[in-house]
C-alpha cells in the first residue's frame, strides 16, 4: 500500500490522523475478539470433529444393522430350501419302494444324491452366514461402545465450550459492535488492506507505534525523515520493511515505552499460559 495523501471530499471524512487512530483501536477490539477465541482454544474444532465421527458411527452401525438383516434373510431362505430337499429326498425314497425297474432306482438314487448335495451345500451357506452375522453383530456391539464414548466426550467437551462461550459472549458481541462500528468510519481500501496485513502477520498486528526509532512490528529502524512523517499525522506511513501502519505512541494512546512493554510482555505470557493449558 502506498502513501496515502490527506483528501477531504466529504466533510464527515475523518482525518488521516483520526483514521489512523480509529485503525488502531479496531486492532485493540480484535486483538480482544482473538483472545477470546484462544481461550476457546480448540474446544470448537474437537466438538465438530466428534461430532463427524459420532455421525459417522451412526451410518457405519446402521448400514451393519441392514447387512445383518440380509443375512438372516438369506439364512432363513437357505433353511427353506433344505425343507425342500429334505421332503423331496423322502418322496424319491418312498418312490424307490414301488419302482419297476433298476432304471428307474438308479434314476431316483442320483436325485437322492443331488437334493443332499443342495441340503449340504445350503448348510454350508447358512454356517457362513451365521460367521458372517456373528462378525458383524460384534462389530456393531464395537460401535456402540465407542459411539457411546464418544457421546459422553461430546457432551463434556460441549459443556465446557458452551459454559466459555457463556462468560466471554456478551464480552464478544459488545466487542464486535464496537468494531463494526469503527469499521463503518474507516474507508474501505484501508480496511482492507489493513486486514490484509493483519491475517498475513503472526502477531495479528496490522498498525503497530513506533518503538526505540524502530517499527513496532519487524523493529527494523525508521529513518529520521519517516518518523518525521509519523508524528506529523498527516500521511498514512507503512513499514517498508513488514507493511504494518506505523503510529506514533501517543496517538496509539502509549504515554511511556516502558510501560507497554511491561503490559505487552504480560499479555504474551498470559496467551502463553492459555495455549499452554
Ligand atoms: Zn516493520
Partial sequence: MATTKEVKKNPQELSVEEKLKALFQLQTMLS????????????????QDLEDEIAGLNTRIERLKGEIAELKTSIAGKKVEIEAAKSSISKYKEQQDNV???REYDFLSKEIEFQTLEMELCEKRIREFSEQEKEKNEEVEKCTTKLEERAKDLEAKKGELDEIIAETKQ???????????????IDPRLLQS????RK?????LGIVYVQRDACGGCFNKIPPQRQLDIRSRKKIIV???????????????????AKTDMTKEKTTRKRKLTTEA
Fill in 100 to 102: 419297476r425297474n433298476n
Fill in 239 to 257: 513499514c517498508e520493511y513488514c507493511g504494518r501502519i506505523m503510529i506514533d505512541p501517543e496517538l496509539a494512546g502509549v504515554t511511556s515505552e
Fill in 200 to 204: 498475513n502477520s503472526r502477531n495479528g
Fill in 171 to 185: 464480552e464478544e458481541e459488545l466487542l464486535r459492535d464496537k468494531a463494526k462500528e469503527l469499521e463503518t468510519k
Fill in 194 to 197: 489493513f486486514k490484509r496485513i
Fill in 32 to 47: 480482544k475478539i482473538d483472545d477470546i477465541k484462544t481461550l476457546r482454544g480448540e474446544l470448537p474444532l474437537e466438538v
